[in-house]
């Protein structure tokens, strides 16, 4: 297991923004991803609730609990022996009140060696984010596209007007949050939040200003069944990789090629 010393804490991924390198992060929902991409150097790893939707195969990222999110969180903080770890405070967490939602950030820092939470939510959450952050509990805030909301908004609806946008990332800095994640908005709109607030800033499909970019890995890997998003960059095929295994494999035993005699026990 990791030393926590070794592991990137809040204060020194605070200090990568204006540190002249871009901060990486992706999101990871089991140990043995978890351990590739921490290896691979990835300075934080996002147990995100988009896991309803990439890993449990559910339509939004409604469904995921918070037992079902520190089970895997639980894997990813055991895996991680320098990324930092943050995890997603599932619906409707947040929206039950500060105490309720301290107890659920108390919860998974207790119990899973991960180092931080992150909530949808901007101005309208500051008294939760200043409620966990008065309780040892970081926080990193999600502003613009918020899935949460896709009912509300009938669908996968980003925030555009500017001024909100502004107000969100600077309301979340003055509770007290660590960093913020930037979803689907305006490029000029996150240069200039970037610009304006000392916390770091974690773009997905915000252009290539904010101090650090976020993916869902599943879409980077070419691993998801569903919609790919278009700000996506997919590094990899690993569907087809993965067919073309099961398919050789599924061949091999149809026809005894596979177990050869070096596989077999003597
Ligand atoms: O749940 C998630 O994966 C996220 C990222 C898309 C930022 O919130």
Redesign the pocket.
């Known amino acids: 297991m990791a030393n926590e010393t070794t592991r990137l804490t809040v204060p020194k991924f605070v200090a990568l923004k204006g540190g002249g390198r871009k901060i990486s992060?992706l999101?990871a929902y089991d140990y043995p991803m978890a351990a590739v991409l921490d290896a691979a150097g990835i300075d934080a790893l996002?147990v995100?609730?988009?896991?309803s939707m990439v890993v449990q195969g559910h339509e939004t990222?409604l469904p995921v609990t918070l037992d079902e999110i520190i089970y895997h969180a639980e894997m990813v903080g055991r895996a991680a022996q320098r990324a930092m770890v943050i995890v997603?405070l599932p619906f409707p967490t947040m929206h039950l009140g500060v105490h309720r939602t301290i107890e659920c950030g108390a919860r998974i820092l207790k119990e899973t060696r991960c180092q931080a939470v992150?909530l949808?939510g901007g101005a309208e959450q500051a008294e939760v984010i200043r409620g966990l952050v008065g309780a040892g509990i970081p926080v990193m805030a999600?502003v613009g596209l918020r899935?949460q909301n896709v009912h509300q908004l009938g669908g996968y609806k980003a925030e555009r007007d500017a001024k909100r946008l502004h107000t969100d990332a600077s309301a979340a800095q003055e509770a007290g949050a660590f960093a913020v994640?930037l979803?689907c908005i305006p490029a000029a709109v996150a240069d200039e939040i970037t610009a304006a607030v000392k916390i770091p800033t974690?773009g997905?499909g915000a252009g290539p200003h904010c101090d650090g970019q976020?993916?869902?890995t599943h879409d980077l890997l070419g691993l998801t069944t569903g919609h790919v998003p278009k700000f996506v960059r997919q590094y990899a095929d690993l569907r087809d990789v993965i067919w073309d295994a099961a398919n050789r494999y599924r061949s091999d035993v149809e026809t005894g090629a596979f177990p050869a005699s070096e596989h077999q026990i003597k």
């Open positions: 992060m999101t996002l995100g609730d988009s896991m990222t997603d992150k949808e999600h899935p994640v979803e974690i997905i976020v993916l869902v």
